[in-house]
């Protein structure tokens, strides 16, 4: 399994258009991603701009055709990262399950 952890800063002002594509992003991942476990979103609570994405992928295949897809070009690349302060990604193996 491989889990990939990102933070996204959402720029001021614009968390409900990123909030809406996540939404869409979630309900794609679900329906066509049989790789990807979970997809879990949560948002900060000191800091309402902040966006912690849990995601869980079977292996790093499964993570490499996440990022072709479609809906993650459309949606991350082409309707999310531009409304994005900063976006930080790790990607983590489990160790004690």
Do not use: W
Not at 70 to 77: N, R, T, V
């Amino acid at each position: 399994m491989v889990v990939l952890v990102a933070r996204y800063i959402v720029q001021p002002g614009r968390m409900a258009e990123v909030e809406a594509a996540l939404r869409e992003m979630a309900a794609a991942v679900k329906r066509h991603e049989p790789g990807c476990s979970l997809y879990h979103v949560l948002r900060a609570r000191e800091d309402p701009n902040v966006l912690l994405l849990i995601e869980h992928y079977a292996d790093e295949a499964a993570l490499a055709a996440h990022r072709a897809t479609p809906h993650f070009q459309q949606l991350i690349e082409g309707r999310v990262v531009p409304l994005l302060e900063r976006r930080e990604r790790e990607l983590y193996e489990p160790l004690i399950a």
